[in-house]
């Protein structure tokens, strides 16, 4: 072979040195000015679909275009097109402005793009994740050798917690399906859990039927007692419960299950009992507030969220397993092409995914900088200025539905203010901020919850005066209120 026939490297690709300094540069710069940008503008998207088309059909992909050009109108695009999770009057869903350190791990994962199928192949970042692992499994309370792995977000990690369950509950599941069970395997979750869990058992093999939604006690979270005559009634029925799921922050409320009498009601059937910790689980933070989350070290399972309430970049889950053996038993596998483990499992025989991208590290770098004590400040001032909007609100005529312990808010306008929907539209439309339209106990309610670390009072104050604007504003009419978003509770 002619080696002088083979092409130089695409600039445009992989840039000289000196280009990537100046690139690198460039963009830290227009990031920071679109932060500011972002901070002045509205809170809505605000883009022509339309012309936004119209002008990505330019690039049609058989002339390059200088990257800095396309950085920036990139950049321009997102200031508009997105609702801004990043602002401070976001009082939306569960998906809050990423802390700094987590946004310089992106940027080094993605410069050294390793591959965490493997510790053979990646043993800094393998070792990163699972110590991250162990200190969140320890702060929760579970016993010494529990493990985990990063994810996704909170669906896969719920996912692998059914699996889990259906393989300890039958061992032949793993090979035989659904089919190794002597009835229906069935699992159980509050009707107010997120109803992502829906698609789960589907996933499984096990079907939707599967899922069980246990009535709440009126007051958002499961009843003990209803959850306890579903397992038994499904008993004598022939079915085969093989998991309880209580919740820990729901999405629609922010409540939390009886953890500790869903546990002891998984030991008295021998169930799995899994929390779906996602929002909540940054409660083990907060010295105060830990207590909240009292029986979830009685879990055999966890999911949490990072990229929720500790404010990772997207999307960061967590699961965690008191016995680490569980997993293994669920995803063994062995490939030729793959390196030999070595003391430890390797994370691609552990979990869902075989190729993952380093994802513990936003996490690792953030409790590093901040320490739990600093995200326990966090987590509580998330709660001071939820309980400001309730007080604000309440005093101006509003009806608080929810029990807000937490940091969301749930709240009925005042008689006479129209529907729900349109106050939550009226609201989008201004500008002013981002809240939501839920259903709470069968009633609709406005959800705002506060989770931007750099959310400030005087923010608080105006998304109060928004939404008391928003109820005497006489009726609109605007298409895009059919398909006003609602909190992710609603099924996918």
């Known amino acids: 072979m002619n080696l002088s026939t083979v092409e130089p490297p695409n600039l445009a690709l992989f840039p000289t040195a000196m280009d990537q300094a100046y690139l690198n540069d460039m963009l830290t710069c227009r990031l920071a000015e679109a932060h500011q940008h972002v901070i002045r503008g509205a809170v809505a998207p605000t883009l022509d679909r339309g012309e936004f088309r119209r002008a990505l059909a330019g690039f049609d992909f058989t002339s390059p275009r200088p990257l800095d050009d396309t950085l920036a109108w990139v950049i321009a695009q997102m200031e508009h097109g997105v609702t801004q999770v990043t602002h401070p009057r976001y009082l939306g869903l569960f998906n809050p402005a990423p802390t700094f350190p987590a946004q310089c791990a992106d940027r080094i994962a993605a410069a050294f793009n390793p591959q965490l199928a493997s510790a053979t192949t990646s043993p800094a970042g393998v070792e990163i994740e699972a110590h991250v692992i162990r200190s969140v499994a320890e702060r929760a309370g579970l016993p010494p050798g529990a493990a985990g ?271 729900v929907r349109d106050v939550v539209g009226r609201v989008l439309a201004s500008g002013r901020a981002w809240v939501s339209a839920a259903r709470f106990e069968g009633r609709e309610v406005v959800r705002a919850c506060v989770t931007n670390g750099e959310t400030m009072p005087e923010d608080v104050a105006e998304v109060a005066d928004a939404l008391q604007a928003a109820c005497r504003t006489s009726s609109i009419n605007q298409p895009w209120l059919d398909s006003l978003q609602t909190t992710e509770s609603s099924p996918s």
């Open 149 to 419: 792995h990063f994810t996704s977000g909170g669906a896969e990690a719920n996912f692998t917690a059914l699996l889990c369950a259906l393989t300890r509950a039958e061992p032949h599941f793993a090979s035989a399906g659904a089919r190794a069970f002597a009835g229906p395997p069935v699992f159980y979750a509050s009707s107010e859990c997120h109803l992502a869990w829906l698609k789960i058992p589907h996933q499984a093999g096990i079907g939707r039927s599967a899922m069980r939604l246990v009535a709440t006690d009126g007051s958002g979270r499961m009843s003990s007692d209803a959850l306890a005559d579903a397992v038994a009634a499904d008993r004598a029925q022939g079915c085969v419960p093989v998991m309880i799921v209580a919740t820990a922050g729901t999405t629609g409320a922010g409540l939390i299950d009886p953890l500790s009498c869903c546990a002891e009601i998984a030991r008295r059937y021998g169930l799995w009992y899994h929390v779906d910790a996602a929002w909540g689980g940054a409660l083990i933070a907060s010295d105060r507030l830990r207590s909240l989350l009292a029986g979830i070290d009685q879990a055999d399972s966890i999911t949490i969220d990072a990229h929720k309430w500790f404010a990772t970049t997207m999307g960061c889950g967590m699961f965690i397993c008191a016995d680490a053996a569980a997993p293994a038993a669920v995803f063994q596998a062995s490939a030729s092409f793959m390196p030999p483990s070595g003391p430890a499992a390797d994370p691609y025989v552990m979990s869902v995914q075989w190729s993952r991208r380093l994802l513990g590290l936003r996490l690792f770098l953030s409790l590093a900088a901040a320490g739990w004590a600093g995200y326990g400040v966090h987590v509580e001032r998330s709660i001071a200025l939820a309980g400001l909007l309730r007080d604000s609100l309440a005093a101006r005529g509003w009806r608080i539905a929810n029990d807000p312990a937490l940091a969301v808010v749930c709240a009925e306008p005042p008689p006479g203010s129209g529907e």
